[in-house]
Structures are given as C-alpha cells and as structure tokens.
C-alpha cells in the first residue's frame, strides 16, 4: 500500500509537460539578440556624433571610454529583462510542482535565453565582420609586391630575410619598403627586441633614405621601436580592460536576465483561467 501510494504521490507531482519550455526560450532569446542590436546600433551613433576629428574638440577618449562601457550594462540589463521576461510569461504553466521548482526553472529559463541570445548575436556579428572583410578583400586590386608581402602569413619575415640584400635598393618602391619595416618591427614586437642583424639593415635604410649618419639612425630606430612596443603594450591593456568590462556586462546580462524569468514566471502562475 504504502509504495502504491507514493508512486501515485509521484504522478501528482510530474508535469505531463517538460520541464524546459523550448518555444519561450527561442522567443526570449530573439528578442533579447534584436534589442541588444538595436541599441548597439543607438550607442554607435551616439558615440560617433560625440567624436570629433579635430583636436581639443568633442569627447575626450576616456570619456567615449567609459560611456562605452556603461552603454554596454545597460544594453545588457534592457535586451536581457526583456527576454527573460518573455521567457518567463510565455512558458508552458508546470502542474502539481514545488514553489521552489518552479523558481529554479524560471531562473534556468532566464539562463537559457541570455546563453541562446549571446550564441545569436556572436553569430550576427561576426558574419556581418567576415562579409565586410571579404568585400573588401574582392573589392581590392590584384596583389603587388608589397601586397603578396603582406598576405604571405607568418612566414612574411623569414621571406624577407631570405631576399633582403647587404645594403638597401636605391630604386626599391617606398610602399614596398615600408612594408619590409613593417615586417620586420612586427617580428620584433613578437620577439620582444629586434635581432642585431634586423637593427643594423633598419639603420642602413634609414640611412639611406633621410641621409642621416649611421649613429644617428640606429638611435631612431631604437627610438622608434621602443614607441612602437609602448604602443602595442598600451592597445593590449586596451583590449584586456575591455574584455574585463564585457565580462562584467554579460554577467549582469545573464542576472537580469534570470531574475526577470522568475517574475514573468511569477505573473504567469497568477493568471486565472476562465
């Protein structure tokens, strides 16, 4: 008796539906994709209208900065509530299920639409990125010396060593040259300190070219490389304290997001049928 009725305990308590509502989750997930968008959209266009080419005018970049950054929160808080909410009001209504069941699947499918909603936007983005690119790959001309040099991939310093003669080529094209220095102070960047043997031909270019003397030169050189390398250091910090801001964006996206699940769940389970 006693196992007959626990399991007609159990029955009462499962839903004859499943416990993820799929539907309501694509819902939310593709309204919170559209809106985030949309107010990327709205944000650019902020952005760009604040900016100034001309000195002294306009935002500052640290202004741009941060307002970027907060942009971001908000557009996550917005297009995340949203979805969530969504989610939350559309789900399929859970039969003879605990309070706190029901918590923990409207907060999952909160969860769910921000992950789905992400996926969707990354997709966006980055296909919209690769059709830029490659419109502008076929829209270019036929690739010269200079530009071969440059699509030669990784292999482009070693190429360039391997051709590179004792003394620099009065009659070498400037564009072509000024990609061989690209070249090389791009290995260097990697390495972390130009090769003597790289040092010593920039110095002879430069020589060369401005007609300055050799100590002259190889004082620009070091000179030079060592902007270049406090500029790559300071575009890499960039780029890590915007990564460290976007990850605080989406974790706040992926809150909002579950929590405005669980009360559009809330104000679904409080509807009255008629």
Same mark, same amino acid.
């Given at each position: /008796?006693?196992?007959?009725?626990?399991?007609?305990? @159990?029955?009462?308590? @499962?839903?004859? !539906?499943? &416990?993820?509502?799929?539907?309501?989750?694509?819902?939310?997930? #593709?309204? $919170?994709?559209?809106?985030?968008?949309?107010?990327?959209?709205?944000? !650019?266009?902020?952005? *760009?209208s604040a900016v100034s080419p001309w000195a002294n005018s306009g935002a500052s970049a640290s202004?741009?900065?941060?307002?970027?950054?907060?942009?971001?929160?908000?557009?996550?808080?917005?297009?995340?509530? /949203?979805?969530?909410?969504l989610a939350g009001r559309l789900r399929t209504r859970w039969v003879n299920v605990h309070t706190h069941e029901?918590? #923990?699947? @409207? $907060?999952?499918?909160? #969860? *769910?639409v921000w992950a789905v909603s992400l996926v969707i936007t990354a997709a966006f983005l980055a296909s919209a990125a690769a059709s830029v690119v &490659?419109?502008?790959?076929?829209?270019?001309?036929?690739a010269t010396g200079s530009q071969s040099r440059e699509t030669s991939g990784p292999h482009a310093y070693f190429v360039d060593t391997l051709l590179r003669t004792p003394e620099p080529v009065a009659s070498?094209? !400037?564009?072509? *040259?000024? $990609?061989?220095?690209?070249?090389?102070?791009?290995?260097?960047?990697?390495? &972390?300190?130009?090769?003597?043997? @790289?040092?010593s031909y920039l110095a002879h270019v430069v020589t060369s070219r401005t007609g300055i003397s050799g100590p002259e030169a190889a004082k620009r050189v070091d000179d030079v490389f060592a902007q270049a390398q406090q500029a790559a250091d300071q575009a890499r910090k960039a780029i890590a304290h915007s990564m460290y801001w976007t990850f605080l964006a989406l974790l706040v996206g992926a809150f909002s997001a579950s929590f405005a699940a669980t009360i559009g769940g809330r104000q679904r389970d409080r509807v009255v049928t008629i």
């Open positions: /008796m006693d196992r007959v009725a626990l399991a007609d305990s @159990d029955a009462r308590n @499962d839903s004859h !539906t499943s &416990g993820v509502s799929w539907p309501a989750i694509a819902a939310g997930a #593709f309204v $919170t994709a559209a809106l985030s968008l949309a107010l990327l959209a709205l944000g !650019t266009g902020i952005g *760009l202004a741009i900065g941060w307002s970027a950054v907060i942009w971001l929160v908000i557009i996550e808080i917005v297009a995340s509530a /949203m979805g969530g909410y029901v918590y #923990f699947r @409207d $907060t999952a499918h909160g #969860f *769910l &490659g419109g502008s790959a076929r829209s270019s001309a036929p070498q094209n !400037t564009s072509e *040259l000024q $990609t061989e220095v690209a070249v090389i102070f791009a290995n260097g960047l990697r390495e &972390g300190a130009l090769p003597p043997a @790289d040092k």
